[in-house]
Structure formats: structure tokens, C-alpha cells
């Protein structure tokens, strides 16, 4: 995909002026579906705190007035809070920790057997070239289970090893829909490390299917393209892709795949995938590809993925349109004690300190 000539030092903190940089009909689109403001923090510090000031955050000046921006998703409701500054701000990180230690500590649990130590699903388990799947114990839903990987180290994975991971994902999905056919929502995810949700380091994700409709947040974005398109007779993820590529803010990908770096993210990093289908390897490809990215230029170690897709079987809803949707996400330094989400995030708006110009200029460095 081509940078159409754009400048390679885009910032969040210049959203507005970039917007009205772009044509007259991506800056409709762009308002159509963002709303942007911006707002000056200020403060007056003592002097008695100017030489931690100075230490944190490189000067005094830097801390006295901080420009915000606010972008919200009029559609979704999604909306982030960008400021700079708070990239820089002291954590209490614990200690240093060497991590490829720490996971191999813990070589030989139960998902290091999982024939052994994990329980079967009651229509069995399905076996991948790198992964095999287990019963979850303590269920999220009536069909609960995991795809447990090879490597003990999840960190340790190739775009091959990927692959498989969901395409045994998906055949899990549609024996859990032949044992019960109203289990029709197929949900993936993947929880990498203790900092993502991930209870236990042996490399594995997750999946569910559940009755009756998909799960709240799926469905919601179903409803939010369908009303989108009934308003403005187009399709909500292509033009949600176009303002972001207008941006600067695409990814490289394979033909058919759409791959951009969110302007509302709902935390640090977070890059959004859209495909036809799990079905072609080249979607899956395309996330074990950012997921390279992540680790290997990013400095990503725990993280997020979760994957919208449509229900495995027809249902009264219309779902002729949606697409897959994959969601991934930083979720941070997993040595650092400070959680990255709290009352705002949860009941608010998202707050994030990683700016997506330089996440989708790192990435497609890493196409390159």
C-alpha cells in the first residue's frame, strides 16, 4: 500500500489540521464518522516539584500546559483521549523482569500435556499441525474452549503457527454448532499474558459459542454498519477504512484485507483488521503479521486479539454485510504493577498515550 507522498511525522496532537488537509470528500467522511476536538490542560507546579518535573517529563514548560484531543466514533460510541505527555509519566513498575525466564519457569503445567491435563470437549478435541484444543474448566458460556499451542512460550509463534491457531479455532466452532445447532456465535480470543487476562503462560487462546444472538459488543457493531448503511447507502467498514488510510494511518496487507491503526482505540496500539473471511489464509496471515509487528518492532510482549465474526449458520438477523472484524492491542509492560485500565476506560472513555501515526509508520516499516 502506498504512502500517496504523505509526510512520515503525522501526529495525533495535529488530528484537526490534518483532517482539513484532506479532500473535500474525505473530509466529509472523516467528519461523518469522528467527531475531533481539543482541549489545554494547565497547571502550576511548585518549585519545590520542578526537579522531579524535570526528571519525569524533560522540563518544567512541558507539564504547564498540555494539549489534548478527543476523538470520538459517532457510530460506535468508541472514543479516546490522546495525550502525549502521559507516555512519559512515572509507573510503579516493580521489578525488572527478565520475561523469557519467567515463562519458562513455568514449563511442564498441565497445558504443556494437555492429552494428560486438560479435559476434552464432549465432541472431542481438534487436532492442529501446532495446537490441539481442551475443554475450558471454569466457562465463560455452554461451549467453552481452548487452543492450546505447542510452544509453551506464546511469544514464540510464525505466521504458519498463527494460522493454524484459528483455523482449528474455526473447526471447533462449527463441531460445537453440529453438537447444538443454536450455537451459532463463534467468538475467538487471545489473551497473552497475566497483563492480558491470560491466567496461565503456556501459549493458548480461547473460544466460545453462544445462543439466542452474538454477544453484545458484536451485535452492536452489526447494528451500527446495518444503520449506517441505511442512512448513507454506504458501507461503514470501507468507509471507516478510507478516513483512516486518507490519514496515513493504513497498514500494509494482502489484497482484499484492510489493516489501519485506530484513531479511537480503545487501548495503547490498537490496530483493527478487516477480511472477508477466517476461511482464506491470507487474513490470517495478515494478523500473524501484525502480531510480528507488534513484537518485533513495537516491543509488545502481552496483548490482546479478538475476532467479529459472523454466526456460523443463518439466523433471523442480516449479517450478509459484516465482515470479520479482528481487534488488536497492547496491553503494556507486564513487569509494570500499574493496571492500564481503570474507571475512565471502563465507564468513561478510553485514555492512551501511544500515538497511532507512529504505530502504522512503525508497522509499515515492518511491511517494507
Known sequence: MEDHGMPAERRIME?????????PEDRTLAGRI???????????????????????FGSVEAVREQRIVKVTNRFTFEGTLFNGLRASRPLDTGLDLDLEREIEKTAGDPFCHPEEGTPADVF????????????????????????????HNPLHFTPEKVAD?????LEWGRKALKTDPEARYFFLM????????????????QVT????????????LRRTAALYASEYGSDYFEDLFRVHEALGLAIPAPPGIRAFASLSPIKEKEVLLVGPSLEDDSLRRAVAGVLQGFTQKLGVSTFNAAFYLP?????????SSFPVVVRLVDRGDPSNRTSDIGAMELYAASVVAS??????RILRDESS
Open 355 to 360: 500515538d497511532p501515526f507512529k504505530v502504522a
Open 165 to 169: 491457531y484459528i483455523s482449528v479455532g
Open 209 to 220: 459459542a453462544t445462543r439466542g444472538m452474538h454477544y453484545p459488543k458484536v451485535e452492536s
Open 124 to 151: 472431542g478435541r481438534i487436532r492442529g499441525r501446532h495446537s490441539t484444543t481442551a475443554s475450558n474448566i471454569a466457562k465463560y458460556d455452554g461451549f467453552h474452549g481452548l487452543i492450546v499451542f505447542d510452544d
Open 311 to 319: 454466526p456460523l449458520a443463518e439466523t433471523e438477523e442480516d449479517w
Open 34 to 56: 469522528f467527531d475531533v476536538s481539543t482541549t489545554t490542560g494547565r497547571l502550576d507546579p511548585p518549585k519545590s516539584m520542578h526537579p522531579w518535573i524535570e526528571k519525569s
Open 190 to 205: 487471545w489473551n497473552c499474558l497475566w497483563r492480558a487476562g491470560g491466567s496461565i503462560i503456556h501459549g493458548h487462546a
Open 15 to 23: 488530528l484537526p489540521a490534518l483532517i482539513g488537509e484532506l479532500s
